[in-house]
């Protein structure tokens, strides 16, 4: 996203520096659970690395490296299935979820579908098992990928209310969390 106007970007290295640092900060007030909550493509696996590490260092911090996207919701179901697939920044699903919450800053009348054009017949993704690298200015002319102009208030509200309740349950489970202990093998 760093080719287009009001996006602000941090290196690799960089996120984790600061994701250490404020896991440190984090365990020294007596913390020992941490959730890294991300909603945006690139850090995902950094935010694993990191988790990881901080763990390693601290036996007894539990750090949780999620993706919002990645609880249960119902948001598929609710998309064409193009879009399910594709759509994946300022999409319908975004849209509509923005919609919903910030209505008065969505201008609808900017909205524009643009889909990434990606070769078929490979088994080879953006995102998933089997990922290429990837920058959005390679396969975005405005940083959209999906279909915005077919998002709607009602649908974000679904979305919301979805996604909110698949929170609920994990922070349930991070709540109920114990570590898991190796255990003698006689």
């Not at 993706?67 to 849209?95: M, N, S, Y």
């Not at 919609?99 to 524009?112: R, T």
């Not at 309740?165 to 898991?180: E, H, L, T």
């Amino acid at each position: 996203m760093s080719n287009f106007p009001g996006t602000i970007t941090l290196s690799a290295q960089t996120l984790l520096a600061i994701l250490n640092e404020m896991a440190e900060s984090i365990y020294q007030a007596g913390f020992r659970k941490l959730v890294l909550m991300n909603s945006h493509g690139g850090q995902p696996q950094v935010m694993e690395i990191a988790a990881r590490d901080i763990h390693l260092k601290y036996g007894d911090f539990m750090v949780f490296p999620l993706f919002t996207w990645r609880v249960p919701h119902i948001t598929a179901e609710l998309l064409a299935p193009k879009e399910a697939q594709l759509g994946i920044h300022a999409g319908d699903a975004e849209t509509s979820l923005m919609l919903s919450i910030l209505p008065d800053q969505v201008k609808m009348d900017k909205a524009v579908a643009e889909y990434p054009d990606l070769p078929q017949d490979t088994l080879l993704s953006m995102e998933g098992r089997l990922p290429f690298a990837w920058a959005t200015k390679d396969l975005s002319k405005t940083g959209v990928f999906g279909d915005p102009t077919v998002a709607t208030k009602e649908k974000g509200d679904r979305i919301l209310d979805s996604v909110s309740n698949g929170w609920v349950q994990v922070i349930k489970d991070i709540y109920a969390f114990r570590q898991p202990q190796a255990f003698d093998r006689d």
